[in-house]
C-alpha cells in the first residue's frame, strides 16, 4: 500500500476525527465511534476510498519525490 493521504489532509481529519468523537462523547451517542475513521485513516495516511476512488492527496507519493517513504507499514 502506498499511502495516499497528505498533509493538509491528514490535519483535517485529524480535526474532523476529534470533533465526532468529542460530539458523541458529549451527547452519550455511539454515533461518536463514526470519528475513528477519518483518525484511523490520518494516523495511517491511506484510505481505502482514496485507492478505490483513485484520489491521492499526498504530492510526493503523486508526483513519485517520495524516496521510498510512501510505502505504508504493515
Known sequence: MKRNVGSM??????L????????????????????LVPLTTAFVR???AYTFLGLNS???????????KCAVPG
Open 9 to 14: 489532509d491528514r490535519i483535517l481529519r485529524i
Open 16 to 35: 474532523v476525527g476529534i470533533g465526532m468523537v468529542g460530539a458523541g462523547v458529549f451527547f452519550q451517542s455511539w454515533w461518536g465511534l463514526i470519528g
Open 46 to 48: 491511506w484510505c481505502p
Open 58 to 68: 499526498c504530492r510526493k507519493c503523486a508526483d513519485g519525490e517520495d524516496g521510498g
